[in-house]
């Protein structure tokens, strides 16, 4: 009987190790984390004394993302710490925990997640969350989202849940409860008649709503706010044409001072595009759209929509100096760039070719009139205002020019040369009321010698002018890489033109990085310039710090 | 299959006719405050550098009348905003920075938030004690429908001849209580004229407004940055009232008839605010 019995227990574990090896065998686990450090020290240039650091030396943000999927199933946490947070990032994320926690079933035509997650509806007029890392921002749903394709081409999608705020839990009659629709209509794939058209069309809709509790004792709130959009994405042949319109229903809130009127907005896109040739052109209209689900929050968190950027994100140095936030409360632009690859073996192009771009944007406030005669424009309490759908109005919130020349004069010297001129809405975008606006011409040169192989040396040259904020700026860097391990670069932008003799700061830096495959150590030494980051319109405000800046990352 | 797609599309309506409530004018609505014997504390955190900061003190303004005066404003200047010669600029060479004012700012992290913010009873919400003028209103609201765990009385006897105050807060419980309670003692100034910053028409000349009046201006306190225990322990009882008496000599730029005492019992470890209470230095 011992003998039956051991044999028993042996195959049950027999078995139990093989079908856990088999399990094993089809599991995945894929992460990637990031570490950011700041070592804060005080610097009399820029005027951060010992008692402004007051013993708060060092800042921290860090976070880990693991996925573990088998199967069908997948399922995730995400880790964050912010013990204390960076310089400029929101004070609200100084903690640590798990924010971010899920878990997945997909199969073909079904996909069902609870927990939080990300989701956008068209281009997010009425939806969109997300995590942006650079920003301190992460929006996420915390709920359930079921995502269902009938017939290949047709996508429904539905979602319920409350929205992350920090670390602060979700509590009754405390932030709303957000759910929402959307189709998708592929006409191509739902319809075999035009499966092998030219003409490319997708047709959508979403209808999103948000709960929340009347807790304002001055004004009366509606307790369901609505916002619907359709959309529609047409191709044809070299063309591409997309536009969405929202509509949303009154909602009164701390970003447009409680006012009653309803907000819309319409983005409308069109694009050429050929060999050597791309044309591509917006136009984008927003009022009164801020979409949050507290209506009580200003700050940069609770968004349910997102309203797109409409202008050349600048990433070098002082072309970044000026960034544009999106203004929910009301904007009108447009954009165009031409994108030209002159032929290879031309004149101008010569042996290599030559790149230009040109792209042009213009964003002005809306035109708004008095709602009438008894209130003023935006009053509390009131319709807020007035406007003609395609009216602009008078303040230039910003405009930007730039124009771009790539250019590779042999197998071993490349060069990209810029030039942007900037017209910059500084009171209404930084809040300083009653400065002009800045008008700066930018000029950019980069060049890049590949000494061999592995080596190469990156030199940027660029210079700002402006008799507007502050000045004049001039910057350079030097940027020595060792493929694909290493690179040592230094850089310094000095505000050479500042009006006030003991703000002529140089803001050096210098820094070094290790890769080893998808692992980067980064070590930065300096001074951080005060500005603000912009990721897609959405902005914050870092102030001026001096430090060594560490960054660690790397994903499996 | 074509059911499914006719409950799809139910559910869709369904879900559009329910998520939609249109308000109606008048969209302001008016309730009774004047019932209650709670006050609340709002400490607007500002600076003459800060261009949205006159329309968070119009605010203050406007829910100290709104809430039937049961507001009690401090105005902290601390912080970036509030450095004397701000931006270089000698129109701004006025110190509004306390002492007290610079440690609380630093405790509670308003400026490092960006201003205007404040602190309503210094009341620790889900992302800390920190709150934009845009939440005021709802917090105080709440805070109001409680009624008062303790009472404050100030008696205030002024010697114009030695430009000192005497002033003695009696504190009464009204309900049983448990921690460390203590009890704050300030001085804040009404019609002082200097520059400000402001980037709203309707509340003053802009950007900067060189004759701005400051009102609610924390000048300092009397008994210390974080005050005094009531009682030699801290602890407190209903059947005790607590006398605290305080001297201070003003200086000459406070100016008697524009000074408040405010005074307010808070517990240590949540720093919550149970009561305040003001009145003029002369009254």
Known sequence: ?556 | MKIKYITIVLILIAFVLNSCDKVSAPYIEARDYCSGNKKVLIEDYTGHGCVNCPGAAVLAHDLKENFCDRIVIIGVHAGFFAQPNFENKPIFAADFTTDAGDAWDTFFGNSSMGNPNGLVDRKEGPTGFVLYPQSWAEVADAQLSESAKALLTISNDFDIENNTLSTTIKTEFQEAVTGTYKLIVCITQDNIIAAQKNNDPEVGPTPIDSTYVHNHVLRGTINGTWGENLSASGEVDMTTTYENTYTQEFIVDWIPTDCHVVAFVYNEETKEVLQVEELGVLE
């Not at chain 1, 700041?38 to 010992?50: N, S």
């Not at chain 1, 069902?112 to 942006?132: A, H, I, P």
């Not at chain 1, 984008?284 to 940069?300: E, F």
């Open chain 1, 1 to 556: 009987m011992k003998k039956v019995i051991t044999i028993l227990i042996f195959t049950v574990a027999l078995t139990s190790i093989v079908t856990a090896q088999g399990f094993l065998s089809k599991s995945q686990v894929h992460g990637s984390f990031e570490i950011d450090g700041m070592y804060y020290q005080a610097d009399d240039a820029l005027g951060i004394t010992e008692s402004d650091i007051d013993g708060n030396i060092f800042g921290f943000n860090a976070f880990a993302d693991i996925i573990y999927s088998i199967g069908d199933f997948s399922a995730g946490f995400r880790y964050e710490a912010y013990l204390p947070p960076i310089a400029g990032f929101d004070r609200s994320l100084d903690g640590q925990g798990f924010p971010y926690l899920w878990a997945s079933y997909t199969t073909d035509k079904f996909s069902f997640t609870v927990g939080n997650f990300y989701e956008q509806f068209g281009n997010g007029l009425t939806l969109r969350t997300y995590q942006e890392w650079t920003l301190g921002y992460d929006n996420s749903i915390n709920g359930a989202r079921v995502v269902y394709e009938p017939v290949k081409g047709l996508i429904l999608k539905g979602v319920y849940g409350t929205q992350r705020y920090f670390w602060a839990k979700y509590e009754k009659n405390g932030r709303g409860i957000v759910k929402g629709f959307d189709a998708e209509f592929n006409l191509n794939d739902v319809f075999a008649s035009m499966a092998e058209s030219k003409i490319k069309l997708t047709i959508g809709g979403s209808a999103v709503s948000k709960y929340q509790a009347d807790e304002n004792p001055f004004y009366k709130m509606p307790k369901n706010v609505a916002s619907f959009a359709g959309r529609f994405n047409l191709g044809i042949g070299k063309f591409n044409f997309s536009s969405e319109y929202a509509y949303k229903i009154n909602d009164p809130s701390a970003v447009n001072n409680y006012i009653y009127k309803n907000g819309d907005a319409l983005v409308v896109t069109g694009s050429y595009s050929t060999k050597g040739l791309g044309i591509f052109a917006m136009f984008k209209r927003i009022d009164n759209m801020s979409y949050k689900s507290d209506a009580a929050v200003t700050s940069n968190a609770l968004d349910i929509n997102f309203l797109p950027a409409m202008i050349e994100p600048h990433t070098y140095m002082l072309a970044a100096m000026y960034p544009y936030a999106t203004q929910p409360n009301g904007e009108i632009g447009f954009q165009l760039e031409v994108v030209y690859k002159v032929p290879k073996k031309s004149k101008i192009g010569g042996k290599y070719g030559m790149g230009i771009t040109v792209n042009y944007s213009q964003i002005n406030d809306i035109a708004r009139e008095k709602a009438n005669d008894t209130a003023y424009i935006g009053q509390s309490g009131t319709m807020g205002w007035k406007s003609d759908f395609f009216k602009f109005g008078d303040q230039v919130f910003n405009r930007d020019l730039t124009i771009e020349i790539d250019k590779k004069f042999s197998k071993k010297f490349k060069s990209i040369f810029k030039y942007i001129y900037q017209d910059y809405d500084i009171a209404t975008i930084l809040g300083h009321t009653g400065d002009p606006n800045v008008k700066a011409n930018i000029a950019i040169v980069d060049l890049t010698w590949k000494i061999t192989s592995k080596k190469s040396i990156r030199w940027e040259l660029q210079g700002l002018w402006t008799t507007e904020d502050k000045g004049d700026w001039a910057a350079a860097l030097a940027e020595y890489t060792i493929s694909p391990h290493w690179f040592f670069t230094v850089a310094d932008q000095f505000n050479y033109g500042n009006k006030h003799s003991n703000e002529r700061i140089h803001y050096y830096t210098g820094s070094f990085g290790y890769t080893l495959k998808t692992t980067r150590f980064a070590l930065t030494y300096g001074r951080q310039r005060e500005g603000v980051v912009c990721v897609g319109g959405v902005c914050r405000q870092v102030p001026a710090s001096s430090g060594f800046y560490v960054t660690i990352s790397s994903s499996f």
